[in-house]
Structures are given as structure tokens and as C-alpha cells.
T-cell receptor
Framework: NAGVTQTPKFQVLKTGQSMTLQCAQDMNHEYMSWYRQDPGMGLRLIHYSVGAGITDQGEVPNGYNVSRSTTEDFPLRLLSAAPSQTSVYFC???????????FGSGSQLCFL | GQNIDQPTEMTATEGAIVQINCTYQ??????LFWYQQHAGEAPTFLSY??LDGLEEKGRFSSFLSRSKGYSYLLLKELQMKDSASYLC??????????WGAGTKLIIKP
């Protein structure tokens, strides 16, 4: 059982660089989401999707882009990376948006 | 605004019982979740409460009082592996999860 697969686990970025965090789930979940986790703060929702072809903004969407072309995949794109985007990022999925979340293993983004 | 409050850190002894509290003020309520997160790992689901009362699951129990905006997670027979952060999250009227900052639980032998 793969569950939620998230890559890469760690990435060093330069200001202005673009990159994509990959997320895939094999549980046929309709709901997928991206969070960032910063010290001393709760998880903050970046973007989410309630099904293929549907995406919406969360609490902190600026500087990030998502797409949901298939049920399985939900990549997160950093358009022009900034030091404020230093964080740990988690992809999560659930059958529906009011059910328990299954999380990927996380991606640590750092800046030079 | 919406707010979830939980203690930042708690310490308990192996074999003992600990109660982690969570109070919330949100726009509507559609359920409350507790997740466990070990250092450097992803959160994992522990419990879900949508009705008032106590839900028991092995050594872990979760309580909810919607009228008081209050929940607690009760951990019994503490083990060293229970050292982790415990995250409280409320599903608001728009089915958005509002997360607390988490409670770091330190277990001492």
C-alpha cells in the first residue's frame, strides 16, 4: 500500500527559481490538499481539490499554483521561489473533504 | 477570526495518564480531529468527534463538548513512543480544517 507519495523529500532553492512538488495517491481519493507547516504555527492550507479538474485556494495560496488533471496526481508549483517559502510541505488526501486525511511524508524546502 | 488553542508543551511520566486540551472558536462546526505527529514525520489520524461525548480507542480517548468549544485527548498507560506532537483540528462550516499549533508531549522514564 503506497498511500500518498510525495517527492522530493528535500530541496534547496535559489530565489526566483521555479520548482514542482509531486504528490500522488493510489486510494482513489476525491479530496487532495497541500499544507505548509512552520514552527509554532498550525498547518496552513495552500490549495485543495475536491476532484479531478477542480482546484481552489486555501489560506495561503500566493506564490503557489496547482492542477488536478487526474484523480491520482496533485502537483504543487512554486512559480518564483522566495525565502518566505522555506517550510515543510505536506500533501494530504481523503475520500471526501470531511473525512480523515492521509498525509505524504513531507518535503523540506530550504533556500541558499 | 477562527482560533484553536492548545498547550505548547506538556511533560508526563511513562505509565501515567495525560490529558491534552483543545479549545476552539470557529465559524461553524462539522467535526474535530486529533492527529499525532512524531518529529520529522507526517501527521497520522488518531480520532474524530462530531457529537458530544467520549470516544475510546484503546489507550487513547477523545472527548468533545460542542457547547463549550472544548475537546481533550486522553492518553493512558503512557509509553515512550507516545512522545510526539498532538494536533487538534476543527472542520468549519465551509468544511475547511482549522489547525491548532500542536502540543508537544514529552514522556520521561
Amino acid at each position: 500500500n503506497a498511500g500518498v507519495t510525495q517527492t522530493p523529500k528535500f530541496q534547496v532553492l535559489k530565489t526566483g527559481q521555479s520548482m514542482t512538488l509531486q504528490c500522488a495517491q493510489d486510494m482513489n481519493h476525491e479530496y487532495m490538499s497541500w499544507y505548509r507547516q512552520d514552527p509554532g504555527m498550525g498547518l496552513r492550507l495552500i490549495h485543495y481539490s475536491v476532484g479531478a479538474g477542480i482546484t481552489d485556494q486555501g489560506e495561503v495560496p500566493n506564490g503557489y499554483n496547482v492542477s488536478r488533471s487526474t484523480t491520482e496526481d496533485f502537483p504543487l508549483r512554486l512559480l518564483s521561489a522566495a525565502p518566505s517559502q522555506t517550510s515543510v510541505y505536506f500533501c494530504a488526501s481523503s475520500r471526501q473533504e470531511n473525512e480523515k486525511l492521509f498525509f505524504g511524508s513531507g518535503s523540506q524546502l530550504c533556500f541558499l | 477570526g477562527q482560533n484553536i488553542d492548545q498547550p505548547t508543551e506538556m511533560t508526563a511520566t511513562e505509565g501515567a495518564i495525560v490529558q491534552i486540551n483543545c479549545t476552539y472558536q470557529t465559524s461553524g462546526f462539522n467535526g474535530l480531529f486529533w492527529y499525532q505527529q512524531h518529529a520529522g514525520e507526517a501527521p497520522t489520524f488518531l480520532s474524530y468527534n462530531v457529537l458530544d461525548g467520549l470516544e475510546e480507542k484503546g489507550r487513547f480517548s477523545s472527548f468533545l463538548s460542542r457547547s463549550k468549544g472544548y475537546s481533550y485527548l486522553l492518553l493512558k498507560e503512557l509509553q515512550m513512543k507516545d512522545s510526539a506532537s498532538y494536533l487538534c483540528a476543527v472542520l468549519d462550516s465551509n468544511y475547511q480544517l482549522i489547525w491548532g499549533a500542536g502540543t508537544k508531549l514529552i514522556i520521561k522514564p
